[in-house]
């Protein structure tokens, strides 16, 4: 049984287009993330929600667009995309709020996205 | 500006020898770190954990390593193992409710048979 789970796996499009990543976790966490991993390997996170709110906004374009439409939901939804959005996009969550405590996350298998 | 490093993408060990990975944090607010496993193709799995009270925590075969003063720590892995082969990050972050990770770039590690 999948704890976190990512659709589709593979997405390959053109320059232009808007397209959407859909992601769910089943392990009752409050908090789930996306990350982008580049070509050069780097993971970096963008987003992250908590019971549905946004605490977590890193400087990304605002192309990209997060909608949590339940706790174990967050999807991902791209605009316009660009040559230089080809990536891997991961989801995560983990356990939370722990105020002094970090939580471990749990990541999806992945989505690789190419852009043409 | 990269936070948390890895400063070998890549390490070879034989089998049943000890691995050990290494990484550097810049940030002294970091106070809980993290080492991830990726597979090919897989999403990273949690491997261990360590907070900043500690210097050491064991679990099995890996054991991290906390050196606070020069802001490093280190995944031992004793035997290793080929099915140990795969790419490992640590991550950082801070103890203020934020749950923000800084991962570093991943050392891929080969445990040759």
């Known amino acids: 049984d999948t704890a976190v789970s990512q659709t589709p796996k593979y997405l390959v499009t053109q320059m232009g287009n808007d397209k959407s990543i859909k992601c769910e976790q089943n392990?009752?966490?409050?908090?789930m993330y996306w990350y982008k991993q580049d070509s050069k390997k780097f993971l970096k996170i963008m987003f992250s929600?908590?019971?549905?709110?946004?605490?977590i906004n890193e400087t990304v374009p605002n192309r990209f667009s997060p909608k949590s439409p339940d706790k174990a939901h967050l999807n991902l939804h791209i605009n316009s995309l660009e040559l230089g959005d080809s990536a891997v996009y991961f989801c995560a969550s983990s356990q939370g709020p722990g105020t002094g405590y970090t939580y471990e996350q749990y990541f999806g298998p992945g989505t690789r996205l190419t852009v043409t | 500006d990269q936070q948390v490093k890895q400063n070998s993408p890549s390490l070879s060990v034989q089998e049943g020898r000890i691995s050990i990975l290494n990484c550097d944090y810049t940030n002294s607010m970091f106070d809980y770190f993290l080492w991830y496993k990726k597979y090919p193709a897989e999403g990273p799995t949690f491997l261990i954990s360590?907070?900043?009270?500690?210097d050491k925590n064991e679990d099995g075969r890996f054991t991290v390593f906390l050196n606070k003063s020069a802001k490093h720590l280190s995944l031992h892995i004793v035997p290793s193992q080929p099915g140990d082969s795969a790419v490992y990050f640590c991550?950082?972050?801070?103890?203020?409710?934020?749950?923000?990770?800084?991962f570093g770039t991943g050392t891929r590690l080969k445990v040759l048979a």
């Open positions: 991550a950082a972050s801070g103890s203020s409710g934020t749950y923000k990770y800084i």
């Open positions: 360590i907070s900043s009270i500690k």
């Open positions: 929600y908590n019971n549905k709110e946004l605490i």
């Open positions: 392990l009752g966490h409050d908090t």
